[in-house]
């Protein structure tokens, strides 16, 4: 029997190299497999399988990273195999997992070409300090480009990639206007100014002249309501919500700016259309089922119809026409004579004249 055989341990391979800017000094993908592949081989470790992550480990999330815990936590190999500690973590949260199952004995051993470990209290307290190490990194090179940031919009410098329409000028670190898309964007406010053009029309409008976005595609429906919408063109800096006085050369007037601002938010209105008026809706109720009436045009001519909302009754459609005969049909039946109705008037003219009031209100001769 080889007794070598018999005592190597099954590990997994974690390489993880970020997208983030502040890790591209990182050794490749290709250069930490390697160098871990030949300390498996020192430290007699089968290497049962090789994780690839190329995601940041600022915060806990990971895919990749979890899966491989979860496989561990299964039993299918003991150990980890990584460049260092901060390969695997870089949040306490990771950390804490990771430094967990070394407690819980589910994890065995970690093995780092850069870094001594053992799975001792001492070890343990030392993977912490490293693992925190990590966490401070990025916490502190964070807080350092947050106030770079701040520094830049102070200065009324733009901090990232400039907006369609400007360059960056490698040479000065500076925003340039790119006279060609320029001459398109003051074109799109002026056209929308005008309050004649919906988005979808200045869309097909300006493209027709040429204007495309990065990499030479183009610009959607979507891409002018956002440009529209960004002062930077009228010289100004939004930046989380805030705005700041920019350095770089504008390419409308502020006043422009502001009118297509107006003529945005109008349009983002619903027009709310008035309920056309009918005489006699809202007051007449069905004499079958005691529903509310109600009313609609079709054709030219006002139809009056029960809403039957209580039940299905057996009314139908009358024309305002009708329905005005009928009322005044019934008017006729309970309205008072003529004679009559000008002596209880009189009567009521003579009361209210004879009240106090009313005679403290004759003119005195």
């Not at 090179?141 to 733009?158: A, F």
């Not at 009240?355 to 209100?361: F, G, I, Q, S, Y």
Request: hydrophobic share 35%; aromatic share 10%; charged share 30%.
């Amino acid at each position: 029997m080889n007794t070598q055989n018999f005592q190597t341990k099954k590990f997994f391979l974690y390489a993880r190299k970020s997208t983030d800017t502040e890790e591209r000094q990182v050794r490749s993908i290709d250069d930490q497999i390697a160098e871990l592949k030949e300390l498996a081989k020192k430290e007699n470790v089968e290497i049962a399988k090789i994780f690839i992550e190329k995601q940041t480990a600022k915060e806990p999330g990971r895919p990749i990273f979890n899966e491989m815990l979860s496989r561990i936590e299964k039993g299918e190999a003991e150990g980890i195999l990584a460049w260092h500690p901060d390969r695997l973590a870089r949040n306490s949260v990771d950390g804490g997992k990771i430094i967990w199952l070394l407690d819980i004995e589910k994890i065995k051993g970690l093995k780092f070409p850069t870094f001594w470990f053992e799975n001792t209290p001492q070890g343990k307290f030392m993977l912490q300090i490293a693992f925190g190490q990590s966490k401070y990194y990025v916490d502190n090179l964070s807080e350092n480009i947050k106030r770079g940031i701040r520094q830049k919009l102070k200065n009324g410098l733009w901090p990232q990639m400039a907006p369609l329409g400007y360059l960056n000028d490698r040479n000065t670190k500076s925003i340039i206007v790119d006279k060609n898309k320029a001459r398109l964007i003051k074109k799109s406010f002026e056209l929308y100014s005008t309050g004649n053009y919906s988005l979808r029309r200045l869309c097909e409008t300006i493209s027709t002249l040429g204007l495309l976005g990065r990499k030479q595609k183009a610009l959607g429906i979507a891409n002018y309501q956002y440009l529209l919408k960004n002062p930077f063109y009228c010289g100004l800096i939004r930046y989380n919500g805030e705005l700041y006085e920019g350095k770089h050369e504008p390419i409308i007037a502020k006043k422009l700016f502001g009118k297509v601002q107006e003529i945005m938010k109008s349009k983002s209105k619903p027009n709310k259309k008035k309920p056309k008026y009918f005489v006699f809706r809202g007051f007449i109720r069905c004499a079958e089922c005691g529903c509310l009436i109600t009313a609609e045009t079709q054709k030219g001519h006002n139809y009056y119809h029960c809403t039957k909302r209580k039940i299905r009754c057996s009314q139908k459609y009358v024309r305002e026409e009708n329905l005005a005969g009928q009322i005044n049909e019934h008017i006729q039946k309970v309205s008072l004579p003529d004679d009559w109705a000008k002596k209880i008037i009189a009567e009521l003219e003579k009361e209210n004249w004879e009240k106090p009031n009313h005679r403290n209100l004759l003119p005195k001769i």
